[in-house]
């Protein structure tokens, strides 16, 4: 058995990556690390809850004893870390939320690797899950490279960039066998519906106003997460030791374009006439700081690795909508908060 830390399996992405690696690989012991915060949710694992190379653990990244623990008590190998703070609206409202987090959260986690593993690091490796928004804002033109100069300009993106550069440090100064990935803007199934598809799809579905900032020519550039999911399992597998790889769909909407996809799909699916969701688009005040573009050039792992999305978008944004609508109970429990129920009958715990 191979002891593998997942941070934030509970997560949007997390759960994609967990499922992924406890049904492909039952020869890995999958040890999920998950503070449960707003936005972990239990529910969006239980397909594999109990399968018999899965761990849950309920805890904080920032707790020292507790990852100390983890580490001796399972033997961990290797880490693939996700748990962070990752809305970009909640960084401006609360950013020492997001450094707390996601910096000091990376560097308990590195520090008690490079404590652990530091007498071996052969077989090793500490896989940190990072995002294109370190790069900061493109113009009209290019495409984020490995090698583009970090830029981050929202307190969300700061905190990732300091993570990322904490990760680095470690591999430069105590030889942390590490590896990052940057990736563009995930969607699909089971993402916490305060980002901006399933955000809008809950909207539609309940005849709310669809408040678009500013006046939404913003750029992201969308993958479906079960490819970021896939990427992952072939970094963590494939990838060069100290390197670092972009993630991306080649796939740009300028916000208002896609946001009129989500529309029309929408008004097929809930048999409503045609321009019925447009209606309740809205503009509001625009995000402070707001990024204009986002695209990540990932030619490098295609070329090195052999990876590529397998999901065209019109596909992907299908399947993400008839998910949404077909697990209402799901979106209902999130809205509602009643999801925070599900851990307490679970596991007779707060
Ligand atoms: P998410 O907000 O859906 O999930 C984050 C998970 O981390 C939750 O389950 C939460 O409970 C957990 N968590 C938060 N604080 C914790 C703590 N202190 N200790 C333990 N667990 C904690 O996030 P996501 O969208 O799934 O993103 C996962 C990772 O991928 C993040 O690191 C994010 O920066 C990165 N990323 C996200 C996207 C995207 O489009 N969503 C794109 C690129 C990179
Ligand atoms: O690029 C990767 C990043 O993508 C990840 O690192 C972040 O964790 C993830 O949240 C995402 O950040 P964005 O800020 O791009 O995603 P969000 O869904 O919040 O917003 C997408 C775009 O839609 C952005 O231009 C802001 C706009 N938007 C968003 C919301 C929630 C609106 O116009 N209205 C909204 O209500």
Redesign the pocket.
């Known amino acids: 058995m191979k002891n593998i830390l997942i941070?934030?399996g509970?997560?949007?992405?997390?759960c994609h990556v967990v499922k992924l690696f406890v049904e492909k690989y039952p020869n890995y012991h999958i040890i999920n690390?998950?503070?449960?915060?707003y936005?972990?949710n239990l529910e969006n694992l239980s397909a594999i809850e109990h399968s018999e190379n899965y761990t849950f653990i309920k805890?904080?990244?920032?707790d020292r004893g507790l990852i100390k623990e983890i580490f001796k008590k399972y033997a961990i190998e290797a880490v693939i870390h996700?748990?962070?703070?990752?809305?970009v609206d909640r960084s401006i409202t609360n950013p020492f939320e997001f450094a707390n987090?996601n910096i000091m959260?990376t560097l308990t986690l590195l520090n008690q690797a490079k404590e652990s593993w530091k007498n071996n690091f052969e077989d090793k490796l500490f896989y940190h899950?990072?995002?294109?928004e370190v790069f900061g804002s493109l113009g009209d033109e290019g495409f984020f490279l490995e090698d583009t100069p970090y830029d981050p300009k929202s307190p969300y993106s700061a905190s990732?960039a300091s993570s990322d550069h904490f990760v680095r440090a470690y591999q430069n100064t105590y030889g942390l066998p590490a590896i990052i990935t940057n990736?563009?803007?995930?969607y699909g199934p089971n993402q916490?519906p305060e980002k901006l598809i399933p955000l809008f799809i809950n909207n539609i579905k309940n005849n709310k106003p669809l408040p678009v900032y500013g006046e939404g020519l913003n750029i992201r550039d969308w993958l479906f997460v079960e490819d970021h999911a896939r990427a992952i399992d072939v970094v963590f597998h494939k990838g060069t030791i100290g390197d670092t790889y972009n993630i991306g769909g080649f796939n740009e909407w300028k916000n208002i374009d896609l946001i009129k996809v989500i529309c029309k799909v929408m008004d097929t699916k809930l048999g409503r006439e045609e321009g019925t969701s447009e209606k309740l688009i809205t503009y509001v005040t625009d995000r402070a700081g707001h990024d204009m573009r986002y695209a990540i050039d990932s030619t490098k792992l295609k070329d090195n690795l052999g990876w590529e999305p397998s999901l065209q978008f019109e596909e992907g944004i299908e399947k993400t909508i008839s998910w949404y609508l077909d697990n209402e109970a799901w979106l209902h429990n999130i809205v509602t908060g009643d999801y925070k129920d599900y851990y307490k009958k679970q596991y007779a715990a707060d």
Do not use: M, Q, V, W
Not at 10 to 14: D, E, L, S, V
Not at 82 to 87: D, K, R
Not at 129 to 132: A, G, N, W
């Open positions: 941070t934030g509970a997560g949007f992405i997390g690390l998950d503070l449960l915060t936005a972990g805890g904080d990244i920032c996700l748990a962070a703070e990752s809305h987090t959260g899950i990072s995002t294109d990732k990736c563009s803007n995930n916490f």
